[in-house]
């Protein structure tokens, strides 16, 4: 499929017709950050909202509500006639769509799939419409907090697969001669979001994706506290191990982790540990 890069001055056809449209038949992930943010707006747990609206361990919002004219399931957040129930704490992906967002080579990019503008698909009314600059939409959507949120936990991914480095390259795992964990590495790198949260033990999960944090408004305290969390929780477990198959199921475990979180701001864990696997190798790893 064609994709489009956009400018911030681009004029694009972003005011909503209020169909609801965008709220039918999509796949939203996501980030731990966004959670809470949900959680709030719908005043119940973060816990409780993982069980009652997501699937696949927790990153992803059920579309399981009535259909609508395309044959397509709302978002179980979404009242019809009504909208957004959550609008307030709605996601980035909610904020952003028809846009997409991605970074190459340390650029922010701003993209939209196909040839027409992917609103014309379900609510063709928006041509007529005002238009608004790109620049304009994101403002009014209120992106910066959720955009810095999704790039911080880009950095904690990075942080993770460290740590499953660290495990491999630096403990006489990988000298050993070993072929199991770079195999493990690129199954996972396969396997489906939900697939992978089972791979997960439930103290790294709750730390995952509901970690007790002060300050869950402010999305740079919020995901160095979290960062911070997490590097403790994998020096508390791993400065413990003692032989080399406890060292190669907690490196196996740890990138099972590191690819969770990237599928669910919406990485590519099958790219990501190819990279991975490859860096590995070129230090002594052996598949």
């Avoid at 949900?38 to 259909?67: A, H, M, P, V, Y």
């Avoid at 620049?135 to 959720?146: H, I, M, P, R, V």
């Avoid at 099972?256 to 864990?269: N, R, V």
Wanted: with cysteine; charged share 20%; hydrophobic share 35%.
């Amino acid at each position: 499929m064609v994709t489009k890069y956009l400018n911030k001055t681009d004029l694009l056809p972003l005011t909503c017709s209020r169909k609801g449209t965008c709220c039918h038949g999509n796949t939203v992930f996501l980030n731990p950050w966004e959670i809470i943010q949900l959680s709030q707006e719908k005043k119940i747990t973060t816990q409780q909202f993982i069980e009652d609206f997501t699937e696949d361990g927790g990153i992803r919002l059920k579309f399981n509500g009535k259909q609508d004219s395309r044959g397509k399931s709302s978002c179980n957040l979404y009242v019809e006639n009504f909208g957004c129930s959550v609008h307030l704490g709605r996601p980035l992906a909610c904020r952003l769509f028809p846009i997409g967002r991605q970074i190459q080579n340390e650029e922010i990019q701003y993209i939209h799939q196909g040839e027409q503008f992917p609103c014309l698909n379900g609510c063709p009314e928006v041509i007529d419409l005002p238009k608004l600059s790109l620049e304009n939409y994101l403002k009014g959507q209120a992106t910066e907090s959720f955009e810095i949120a999704q790039d911080h936990y880009l950095e904690i991914v990075q942080n993770l697969a460290d740590i499953a480095f660290t495990l491999l390259l630096d403990t006489g795992l990988a000298a050993s001669g070993e072929t199991v964990t770079l195999k493990e590495w690129r199954k996972m790198g396969e396997e489906s979001p939900l697939a992978l949260s089972k791979r997960i033990n439930k103290e790294w999960h709750s730390l995952l994706l509901t970690p007790t944090i002060q300050g869950f408004s402010d999305p740079i305290q919020f995901t160095s506290q979290h960062n911070e969390l997490l590097q403790t929780k994998a020096q508390a477990d791993f400065e413990l191990l003692s032989t080399l198959e406890e060292v190669q199921n907690a490196s196996i475990e740890i990138m099972a982790i590191t690819l969770y979180l990237s599928k669910a701001i919406g990485a590519d864990p099958t790219s990501l540990v190819e990279h991975w696997i490859e860096i590995a190798k070129e230090n002594g790893a052996n598949e």
